[in-house]
């Protein structure tokens, strides 16, 4: 499709001007999107009383990013990288700051909080993956994985200050200002952002259509058979996840030994955990031999312990299992990301992402739906149980995807993307 003006790398760092101000929106965008998510989920119980409500507002929110999130992608090839990023968080910090307001007045409904969620998804999808792409273009590959972590330490550190402060401010000021906070937030993010330099992608072939173009990206997916089939796994995995994560705060406020003081404690140890697992991977760099077997028993150790979640009735147990899991996705998350980044050519980056975000995220939305059912119509401990089980099962051929191992554990140039697809595809004709 095109050629990115290569970044002038003299001197190889992590830390440049660009990734600094990028890692920084984000991390005061997660902090105000935490504290945003606990406000609403506790306001749309204590104003509805009900889970399915909960997991339609998330379904709703999720929705536009998996409708639009492959054609999102091609744009994100063809248009400014840096506008799209900016202009997003902007619109999103205008919507939001607008439901603070109406909270704080007095006429806000349930309905525009629907509303400000879908803007949000509609938002999300353009600029997830410009910031995907944009990463390895104002950072130099062999510091993706550092990137990836620190970006995953920031938000896992702002998960951790959130959720640890969430319940408390809710107490103390209410719903309106938090949701007020997080507009804010956006706003200031979208104003750092003006600052970033992005390279400028230039678009040789401008005669292909948008349909090509599209095309492009989702057969590349469909015919790199291990990255296919990993996304559909993963796909799978997100559903049960978030199927349970619905339910998490109706499950700490009708057990007794939990209770609502006790979830913001227990966000806030998982947080530690993903904190803990991004240090050890920015600090530490994992040798190609021992890549693959550190993603493949932390995504498994991460699924079996959310099975003994709902099991256990000592909080002291439960904490450390959290925490221990937490830690676990967080490593895997990061080696499965950098990975993805270095198996997709740059010009495919932006659309490519795209549709295989679409896909891993493709059964969220009706996760939420069926969790929220679920919560209705059977005990949420039961609920729970179920998803999770089925969630160790995809967990468990998603790591054992044919292929899985090669791309985990490749390091080579874009030149031998080519070679390391071949090589895989082939493994599926033995």
């Avoid at 990023?85 to 919507?95: A, E, K, N």
Wanted: charged share 15%; glycine share 8%; net charge positive.
């Amino acid at each position: 499709m095109g050629e990115i003006k290569p970044v002038k790398n003299e001197k190889i760092k992590l830390w440049n001007k660009n990734f600094f101000l990028l890692w920084q929106g984000q991390l005061v965008s997660v902090l105000g999107d935490v504290i945003y998510t606990i406000a609403l989920d506790f306001w749309i119980l204590d104003v509805t009383g009900s889970t399915a409500i909960m997991g339609l507002l998330s379904a709703l929110t999720m929705l536009p990013r998996l409708i639009l999130g492959p054609f999102a992608g091609v744009f994100v090839d063809r248009w400014d990288r840096k506008r799209i990023i900016v202009i997003t968080d902007f619109i999103r910090g205008v919507f939001v700051t607008f439901v603070g307001i109406a909270a704080l007045m007095g006429f806000i409904k349930v309905w525009m909080v629907f509303i400000v969620g879908i803007v949000n998804g509609l938002c999300s999808a353009f600029f997830n993956p410009t910031v995907m792409a944009v990463k390895p273009d104002i950072v130099h590959e062999s510091k993706l994985v550092q990137a990836n972590s620190a970006t995953s330490l920031a938000q896992s550190g702002m998960d951790m200050v959130g959720n640890a402060v969430g319940g408390i401010i809710y107490v103390a000021i209410g719903a309106p200002y938090m949701f007020l906070f997080n507009g804010i937030s956006y706003i200031f993010s979208s104003f750092t952002e003006l600052f970033i330099d992005v390279p400028k992608l230039i678009n040789k072939k401008n005669k292909i259509s948008f349909k090509e173009d599209f095309k492009e990206g989702f057969k590349f997916i469909w015919n790199f058979k291990t990255l296919r089939d990993v996304f559909l796994c993963v796909c799978c995995i997100n559903f049960f996840f978030n199927a349970g994560m619905i339910l998490f705060i109706p499950y700490f406020k009708e057990n007794k030994f939990l209770g609502i003081e006790r979830y913001g404690y227990t966000m806030t140890i998982m947080a530690m955990g993903m904190v803990l697992g991004s240090i050890l991977l920015s600090v530490f760099k994992l040798k190609k031999k021992h890549k693959f077997y550190i993603y493949k028993y932390s995504l498994t150790l991460w699924a079996v312990e959310i099975v003994l979640f709902p099991l256990i009735k000592n909080y002291n147990i439960i904490v450390f299992i959290m925490f221990t899991a937490a830690l676990c996705i967080a490593v895997f998350n990061n080696i499965f990301n950098s990975t993805m980044i270095l198996v997709i050519p740059k010009d495919k980056r932006g659309k490519v992402s795209a549709i295989a975000s679409t896909l891993s995220m493709g059964l969220m939305p009706l996760g939420s739906l069926v969790g929220g059912f679920l919560g209705e119509i059977m005990k949420i401990k039961y609920a729970l149980l179920v998803l999770y089980v089925m969630g160790l099962v995809v967990s468990i051929m998603c790591v054992s995807v044919k292929g899985s191992k090669d791309i985990i554990e490749f390091e080579g140039k874009e030149n031998d993307i080519k070679n390391l697809i071949n090589n895989t595809n082939n493994l599926y004709d033995m």
